[in-house]
């Protein structure tokens, strides 16, 4: 199982980091993609690393604003959210394929992620 954590209210142009707790899998034997979702909106896949060597594969609409850090003694893996817009408010979701290894291809389709945890909602203020 997965568990999103550590959203909240931000004004524009702050930062956040959120936290994708496991259970049951070992973290860096995985990959782990980033999803969002705004009411009424499509879920949007924002990233995919792979856990093992640090690859990772970013959207364009998040490029260069996401760092990634790992806890594998907690078996966390951390995202840092900077320089936050108005529309990113959404909810976040981190989900994992259902095999150990590679990020899927796209990595930004939700179809190939088994594991999803809860999300956890970001509010940006302008």
């Known amino acids: 199982q997965l568990q999103a954590s550590g959203g909240g209210w931000v004004q524009a142009g702050g930062s956040l980091r959120l936290s994708c707790a496991a259970s049951?899998?070992?973290?860096?034997?995985?990959?782990i993609g980033w999803f969002r979702q705004a009411p009424g909106k499509e879920r949007e896949g924002l990233s995919c690393?792979?856990?093992?060597?640090?690859?990772?594969f970013v959207a364009d609409s998040v490029w260069g604003r996401f760092t990634f850090s790992s806890d594998y003694a907690k078996n966390t893996l951390y995202l840092q959210i900077n320089n936050l817009r108005p529309e990113d408010t959404s909810v976040y979701f981190c989900?994992?394929?259902?095999?150990?290894?590679?990020?899927?291809?796209?990595?930004?389709?939700?179809?190939?992620?088994?594991?999803w945890g809860q999300g956890t909602q970001v509010t940006v203020s302008s």
């Open positions: 989900a994992a394929p259902e095999w150990p290894g590679d990020c899927p291809a796209p990595f930004s389709s939700d179809l190939w992620y088994r594991y």
């Open positions: 049951g899998l070992r973290l860096n034997e995985y990959a």
């Open positions: 690393i792979r856990l093992r060597d640090g690859k990772t």
